[in-house]
């Protein structure tokens, strides 16, 4: 009897220890991933624009001016416009509705702007009867290679990204990998109607700089000259040619101080607009500058503002050498004005520069009561847009920036 158990026990081991073999034998882990694309559809998006009565801006990105307004820019949403009533006063006349704006700058009467991909040109001589002249598609989505613009179905799909699915496991004789076929009917035509968050800051890029009386867009592999004419929009190619403008995966054009700069997610190149060889090139490996002034007097020195860190940074291109940061106090924009940084965001904060010395930018001046998004001057006046409209500044002294009545 106890022989008997003692085979009985001996087989079940056995048999137990071939079921784990057969059972590990055939069994792998699997990865397996696939992305779907994913389409937006601006079929619908407004072609049009729409003049509304005045509203209050909420975080402006530029001011421009011609004779008669100011016109300040708000992100995928529109226009503001201020009529000039002074030397230091405007009030709020309109608001040009523009939904999908990310660029814009005005020349004489005509106001160039972006809508999504397509180029605008708006007739502002009556802002309160503002018109589309003439219209430009798909001008914003060819400019350079398609690996940095959105590819297209048609006049109205574009592909804005994927959705990726990836499965693991194990897999065995008796649970085989699966396959896609359940997410082929989730996700095999993922079409969007609204932009998502990450196109109102990143790719289709927009662009302007008005240099004296030319504006200046993105062009293939270069710079466009852009006008307006009673014939329809004419654009011809600068002779200026950037062996970095793909690189720097450009997002953005910027104009100050006699230079140009050409702004992408990791850095950005720069020249005059005489279009002299300078071939100079900034790298900020990863950190997208947000805005730039050269320092006067210092040949290919600037001070940089990222929007990924609350600092800005003296530096000099050559040799890349990073002098020191600053506290920017949270600051979205800059300006150079009397060999003084104009910082402007949640206070408006004055710096200056020695190139010299160990900090070669350091703080001189903060105004807890002056804020804002964006900011110009006109000679010895600052204007600055915030959520308080447009609010005028005396900066003769610029120890005693005073509000002006």
């Keep these: 009897m106890k022989n008997t158990l003692y085979i009985f026990l001996l087989f079940v081991l056995v048999a137990c220890e071939d079921r784990c073999e057969i059972s590990h034998q055939y069994s792998k882990q699997y990865f397996l991933n696939k992305n779907y694309p994913i389409w937006l559809d601006i079929s619908d998006m407004p072609a ?71 180029l605008l040109c708006i007739d502002v001589e009556d802002p309160l009867q503002a018109k589309i002249r003439l219209r ?30 990836e499965l693991t496991g194990i897999e065995t004789d008796k649970n085989p ?56 929009i004419i654009i011809t190619q600068s002779s200026f040619f950037s062996p970095y403008y793909n690189y720097f995966q450009l997002g953005s054009l910027l104009y100050r101080d006699g ?17 002299y060889p300078l071939r100079n090139a900034y790298h900020s ?5 947000l805005d730039i002034v050269a320092l006067k007097n210092q040949a290919n020195s600037f001070v940089i503002l990222y929007d990924t860190e609350s600092c800005i940074q003296g530096i000099t291109t050559t040799g890349n050498y990073t002098y020191n940061s600053m ?30 010395s160990n900090y070669p930018v350091e703080i001189v001046k903060q105004y807890p009561d002056i804020s804002g998004s964006s ?25 005693n920036i005073i509000l002006l009545p």
């Design 177 to 232: 990998a699966p396959d896609f076929s359940e997410y082929d009917k989730l996700y095999g035509n993922i079409i969007v109607k609204e932009i998502p968050e990450s196109l109102q800051t990143d790719k289709p890029f927009a662009g302007f700089a008005r240099i004296e009386h030319e504006m200046y867009t993105f062009g293939d592999n270069s710079l466009a000259v852009c006008s307006c004419s009673s014939d329809g």
């Design 327 to 356: 506290p920017s106090l949270e600051a979205v924009s800059l300006m150079n004005i009397r060999e003084t940084i104009f910082a402007l965001g949640k206070q408006l904060t004055l710096y200056r520069y020695n190139l010299y």
């Design 136 to 165: 430009e598609k798909k001008y914003f989505n060819g400019y350079s290679e398609k690996s940095l613009n959105l590819p297209y179905q048609n006049e109205t799909t574009y592909l804005i990204g994927y959705k990726r699915v």
């Design 259 to 275: 230079m140009i700069y050409i702004v992408g997610l990791n850095g950005f190149e720069y020249m005059n607009y005489h279009w």
């Design 48 to 118: 049009d624009i729409q003049v509304k009565p005045p509203v209050t801006p909420n975080a402006a990105f530029k001011i421009v001016s011609n004779d008669r307004y100011f016109f300040v820019g708000e992100k995928m949403n529109g226009i503001h416009v201020f009529e000039k009533t002074g030397k230091n006063h405007a009030h709020p006349l309109c608001f040009i509705e523009c939904k999908y704006i990310k660029a814009f700058d005005v020349l004489d009467n005509i106001l160039y702007c972006n809508n999504f991909v397509d």
């Design 375 to 399: 900011m110009m001057s006109d000679g010895n006046t600052l204007i600055v847009a915030g959520k308080q409209g447009l609010l005028f500044y005396d900066i003769s002294d610029l120890e």
């Design 285 to 289: 490996y990863g950190r997208k500058p």
